[in-house]
């Protein structure tokens, strides 16, 4: 092969590829239209109902793997972890339709408050978005009644979101702690 051909066919590879300079085998830049990120995002607003059930034994949707640290601030239960896989529903009551799942963890995070770090994915069922998923990382203070988390990415149709996560309290029962939330989920997203 002639080095004239050979030099174009590699600069038409490179334009194929969307490869912009140099591509070492470990690390190159791409041209973002590559990942379809030249597009107008879309500001998506999903609405729904977590429900945190603690108190119903083997049908709990969240336990306690790491119980309260006693030397701590035992009235802020430091320590704490739990892990859920709580269903998420399309109103408020736990029997609504089923639009998806929260599986993830939290953990109590301060000595004077009850203040939780929330680790979460939105796993969702409905029609496009079934399959993809939205990650919530973010603090959130049990004595607020409102408050946002944010969204640090996600996956499927959610690769590259951002945004944030409204969380309002629904319904709390301070006995047994079981609790429903109203979420309103603003991402923007590219697909
Ligand atoms: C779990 O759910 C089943 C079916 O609804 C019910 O019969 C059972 O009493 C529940 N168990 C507890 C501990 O709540
Ligand atoms: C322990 O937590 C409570 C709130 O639940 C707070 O009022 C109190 O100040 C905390 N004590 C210390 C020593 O931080
Ligand atoms: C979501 O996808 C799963 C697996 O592909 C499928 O079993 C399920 O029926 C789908 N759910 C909806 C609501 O389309």
């Known amino acids: 092969m002639g080095t004239k ?10 334009a194929l590829s969307n490869v912009i300079g140099e ?10 239209k590559s990942l379809g990120l030249h597009k107008k995002q879309t500001l998506s607003h999903f609405k729904f109902y977590w429900h945190d059930i603690v108190s119903s034994g083997a049908n709990s949707t969240s336990a306690t793997v790491i119980p309260p640290l006693p ?23 736990m029997g609504s339709k089923l639009v998806g799942r929260a599986e993830g963890f939290y953990a109590l995070t301060s000595q004077s408050q009850i203040n ?4 979460m994915n939105f796993a ?15 603090r959130n203070a049990v004595s607020e009644n409102e408050k946002d988390i944010p969204v640090v990415g996600g996956s499927g149709i959610f690769k590259f ?4 996560a409204h969380a309002k309290t629904y319904f709390f029962d301070p006995k047994t702690g079981d609790a429903t939330t109203e ?7 590219n697909e």
């Open 161 to 164: 979101a951002k945004g944030y």
């Open 116 to 119: 939780l770090l929330m680790v």
């Open 71 to 93: 030397k701590y601030n035992t009235s802020t239960s430091f320590g704490m972890v739990n892990v859920m896989d709580n269903p998420l529903t399309l109103g408020p009551e």
């Open 5 to 14: 051909l050979f030099h174009t066919l590699l600069l038409l590879s490179y």
């Open 124 to 138: 969702l069922f409905e029609g496009k978005y079934n399959g993809s998923t939205i990650t919530i990382v973010g």
């Open 23 to 32: 591509e070492t085998g470990f690390v190159g830049t791409l041209h973002p």
């Open 183 to 189: 979420y309103n989920v603003y991402v923007l997203h």
